[in-house]
């Protein structure tokens, strides 16, 4: 209602008004400083620059223990960090994993396997394919992993690719696009660079917040959320099936069990199988 005799209690001298234009000034502001999208390596030549460690920390990347799993028909996975491996906490994925093993059935073995947390390593870098998107984090595999520690600590030509005035470009270069077929080749820059935008280094996304474990009531909430919680409890209410080893020739004990002739647990969605590990 307009500021008029007719309302009487409205005095603009008191407050504003929120603009609709001032509400998108926000969201792209809020954008900008935040810098926390992660970024998807295309297929080819992807030409980055690692920011440097933030003060007070030695490296630029951070390494988590993480469990990704895609239910039925969702296109994006659930992924947490690991209670068991960061904090040696009870942890209902790594539960399911077990009792998978345990059946003795080659099938649940198999998905046994991709119950388990994944390492997962992560970087702030710019894209200079598209600098305007600002500092992004970057999931890199244990391969371009290894061959970046590798470049930064060669006795004859490592070099600090992240320092900013005088650091290196990183190229990665992808192939394939599939959980199988994909592979990373990773080159330093033959010539130093500059970063640029000197700014980036003050609104880099803080990485230290997605080491945060969760607890073992926060994760089975979130396999509810999505809808896979009757999943995660059916596998989990399945009894535990041990099996002993046959005792060798000449020794006594008593008689190996059989394997278990259980039937596979079904378990009716699947972990994530994006080859950027979630993201």
């Known amino acids: 209602m307009p500021n008029d005799e007719k309302n009487p209690n409205t005095n603009l001298a008191r407050y504003g008004t ?39 920390q030695r490296t ?7 469990h990704y799993y895609t239910p039925e028909g969702a296109d994006r996975a659930i ?13 209902p994925a790594c539960a399911v994993a077990d009792r998978l093993s345990s059946t003795g059935n080659p099938v649940d073995a198999k998905k046994a396997e991709d119950w388990q947390p994944r390492l997962t390593i992560m ?5 200079r394919a598209n600098p305007e998107a600002g500092p992004q984090i970057l999931t890199v595999s244990k391969t371009v992993f290894d061959t970046l520690t590798a470049l930064r600590d060669d006795a004859e030509v490592g070099v600090d690719y992240c320092d900013p005035i005088q650091g290196f470009d990183v190229i990665i270069t992808r192939t394939g696009t599939g959980k199988k077929d994909t592979r990373y080749a990773t080159v330093v820059a033959r010539r130093p660079t500059e970063l640029g935008n000197m700014e980036w280094l003050d609104i880099r996304p803080e990485m230290g917040k997605h080491i945060k474990v969760p607890t073992s009531e926060d994760i089975i909430a979130m396999f509810d959320e999505a809808g896979a919680g009757d999943t995660l409890r059916a596998v989990l209410a399945q ?19 059989p394997a278990s002739k259980a039937p596979p647990i079904d378990v009716s969605a699947e972990p994530g199988k994006d080859d950027d590990l979630g993201f």
Do not use: H, W
């Open 18 to 56: 929120y603009e609709p234009e001032a509400a998108q000034e926000e969201r792209d502001e809020v954008k900008k400083l935040s810098g926390g999208s992660f970024l998807k390596l295309s297929v080819g030549r992807n030409v980055l620059r690692l920011l440097p460690p933030a003060i007070g």
């Open 60 to 66: 630029p990347f951070i390494k988590t223990m993480r």
């Open 79 to 91: 992924f947490f960090n690991c209670p068991r491996a960061m904090l040696k906490q009870r942890c």
């Open 123 to 127: 970087t702030v870098v710019i894209d």
């Open 239 to 257: 009894p535990a099936t041990t099996t002993r080893p046959r005792p060798q020739t000449g020794t006594k004990g008593p008689a190996a069990r």
